[in-house]
């Protein structure tokens, strides 16, 4: 938790290296801005991540963001990384950058789901939720 309020999305990853079989799963196929690492070690940085990571996911309230993909805009400007806060009725939306104005996310249910800009709003309406961005 230490790292991932600073915004080191990178370390939360490195932590989960064991449990994961390649650091390639983190980017986005379809994402541009990042490349995909062929290694956790020496270099791994946000810039091999396409997804962000929800900070005050709590399983108290299932349909928080726990991770999804961080290509999103809020009132029509891109996300820049670090940490934001999403609150309800925050004009957010998914960028054309990638899956033609859809989503994947992941939310403390245990599920993922593919969103279209609605149903993030939706989600966001629940609570606000702090995530950091790569």
């Not at 309020?5 to 379809?30: D, H, Q, Y």
């Not at 062929?38 to 991540?49: L, P, R």
């Not at 249910?109 to 939706?122: A, E, F, I, M, P």
């Amino acid at each position: 938790m230490e790292q991932v309020a600073t915004g080191e999305v990178a370390r939360v990853f490195e932590v989960m290296s064991n449990e994961l079989s390649t650091p390639k799963i983190l980017c986005c196929p379809e994402d541009a801005d990042h490349f995909p690492a062929t290694n956790f070690s020496a270099g791994f940085s946000a810039k091999n991540i396409s997804y962000f990571i929800g900070v005050n996911a709590h399983e108290s309230n299932p349909q928080m963001l726990l991770a999804g993909d961080d290509n999103f805009e809020i009132d029509g400007v891109p996300v820049k990384s670090g940490l934001i806060n999403l609150t309800p009725n925050q004009p957010i939306s998914w960028s054309s950058t990638r899956h033609k104005l859809v989503g994947n996310v992941a939310v403390t249910d245990g599920s993922v789901q593919q969103l279209c800009t609605k149903g993030l709003r939706d989600c966001v309406t629940l609570a606000t939720n702090r995530i950091a961005i790569p």
